[in-house]
T-cell receptor, first 111, second 116 residues
Framework: KAGVTQTPRYLIKTRGQQVTLSCSPISGHRSVSWYQQTPGQGLQFLFEYFSETQRNKGNFPGRFSGRQFSNSRSEMNVSTLELGDSALYLC??????????FGPGTRLTVT | QQQVKQSPQSLIVQKGGISIINCAYE??????FPWYQQFPGKGPALLIAIRPDVSEKKEGRFTISFNKSAKQFSLHIMDSQPGDSATYFC???????????????FGEGTQLTVNP
């Protein structure tokens, strides 16, 4: 069974730009969660989607948004990028929530 | 704020030794406690998990010990190997009835080095 895939794996953007990251969950998994990982703040929850609906949201500004499609694939978008948004963005999937099976992440660098 | 405190920050163990990582939590509504292993350049991999109705769970060389009254849980790695060198994260989640969803709250991570 294929694992969670994330694209792109690496991304370099300039301050003020926006970015879209993609996540394909494990086949059959309907819950997709997004996390930000930085050396200073560790792993922090961004949001969770289930059946195309956001049902949990972390403490991040509105510049961070996401969506989920009918095939459970998910995208997250960050608008008006700031230097502090540089991080590893991780997607995790699960059948209905709870345990998370993580993808390899997208390394975002904002210059 | 819901928090999970993890210690130590770093740990050096000799090959064949026992690695022990501890976590403490505050939110008594947490009902799922997984441990993750992360290698450089990779995403966290689910290692082992426990629910609060059991005090211990063992899978191969990995054991979780859970103390509900103390609100603490720990990961024991028996016969530690150089290949176990990685960063380990404890986490906790609570099933939120109002959203029918959950979110993982992570500890700060422990950098484990197993010397040959």
């Amino acid at each position: 069974k294929a694992g969670v895939t994330q694209t792109p794996r690496y991304l370099i953007k300039t301050r003020g730009q926006q970015v879209t990251l993609s996540c394909s969950p494990i086949s059959g998994h309907r819950s997709v969660s997004w996390y930000q990982q930085t050396p200073g703040q560790g792993l922090q929850f961004l949001f969770e989607y289930f059946s195309e609906t956001q049902r949990n949201k972390g403490n991040f500004p509105g510049r961070f948004s996401g969506r989920q499609f009918s095939n459970s694939r998910s995208e997250m978008n960050v608008s008006t990028l700031e230097l502090g948004d540089s991080a590893l963005y991780l997607c995790a999937s699960s059948l209905a929530g709870g345990e998370g099976y993580f993808g390899p992440g997208t390394r975002l660098t904002v210059t | 704020q819901q928090q999970v405190k993890q210690s130590p920050q770093s740990l050096i163990v000799q090959k064949g030794g026992i690695s022990i990582i501890n976590c403490a939590y505050e939110n008594t509504a947490f009902d799922y406690f997984p441990w993750y292993q992360q290698f450089p350049g990779k995403g966290p991999a689910l290692l082992i998990a426990i629910r609060p109705d059991v005090s211990e769970k063992k899978e191969g060389r990995f054991t979780i010990s859970f103390n509900k009254s103390a609100k603490q849980f720990s990961l024991h790695i028996m016969d530690s190997q150089p290949g176990d060198s990685a960063t380990y994260f404890c986490a906790a989640s609570e099933w939120a009835e109002e959203t029918s969803g959950s979110r993982l709250t992570f500890g700060e991570g422990t950098q484990l080095t197993v010397n040959p």
